[in-house]
């Protein structure tokens, strides 16, 4: 079993949607949690972070954690064709030594017009 | 895209040629990471370096070599490339903002053939 798994989908829905994307983990030691965005052919970028649990709500994203059941998920209100790209959730401890992050599989959604 | 760029973008070689590929940043950040991409498997990491000759191996280093001579320079190399190591690599640093966390940024990808 992946430390950090995530379903790769493809999730399809039209604009306007509710999107839901989510992940389930392991190591009960990861504090920070991310969400990146990929877009085809480019590398991903932070979308948003999450340092232990709760939500955090920007524009249209929320994140959310609930480290009781080790799961987290990213809200996307409103869903428009632009968001149609590939969300990679990642997972890290806080240590004192070198910062290495662990990354789920990637979900590929697709919003259709 | 934090000045981090890769080099070559794309590449189609030959099974047994060694190959090097090239990543460069420009704002002196002590973390650089080598990742791999394929279908199925999301980013897995490679190699990473802490500073100027201090590297590590990540999950999947076998059949691969790291270099880092310079703070900017990183470089990953495939001593024989095999067809198990097409895919897309890319490069990343990590910035660590006030209270802890570490914000990375990854460079554009390279896309690698072996035929």
């Known amino acids: 079993q992946k430390e950090v798994e995530q379903d790769p989908g493809p999730l399809s829905v039209p604009e306007g949607a509710i999107v839901s994307l989510n992940c389930t983990y392991s190591n009960s030691a990861f504090q920070y949690f991310m969400w990146y965005r990929q877009y085809s052919r480019k590398g991903p970028e932070l979308l948003m972070y999450t340092y232990s649990s709760g939500n955090k709500e920007d524009g249209r994203f929320t994140a959310q954690v609930d480290k009781s059941s080790k799961y987290i998920s990213l809200f996307i209100r409103d869903s428009q064709p632009s968001d149609s790209a590939t969300y990679l959730c990642a997972m890290s401890a806080v240590t004192g030594g070198s910062y290495i992050p662990t990354f789920g599989r990637g979900t590929s959604l697709i919003v259709h017009p | 895209d934090a000045g981090i760029t890769q080099s070559p973008r794309h590449k189609v070689t030959e099974t047994g040629t060694p190959v090097t590929l090239r990543c460069h940043q420009t704002e002196n950040h002590r973390y650089m990471y080598w990742y791999r991409q394929d279908p199925g498997h999301g980013l897995r990491l490679i190699h990473y370096?802490?500073?100027?000759?201090?590297?590590d191996k990540g999950e999947v280093s076998d059949g691969y070599s790291v270099s880092r001579s310079k703070t900017e320079d990183f470089l990953l190399t495939l001593e024989s490339a095999t067809s198990s190591q097409t895919s897309v690599y890319f490069c990343a640093i990590s910035e660590l903002l006030a209270g802890g966390f570490h914000e990375q940024f990854f460079g554009p990808g390279t896309r690698l053939t072996v035929l």
């Open positions: 370096s802490y500073g100027v000759k201090d590297t």
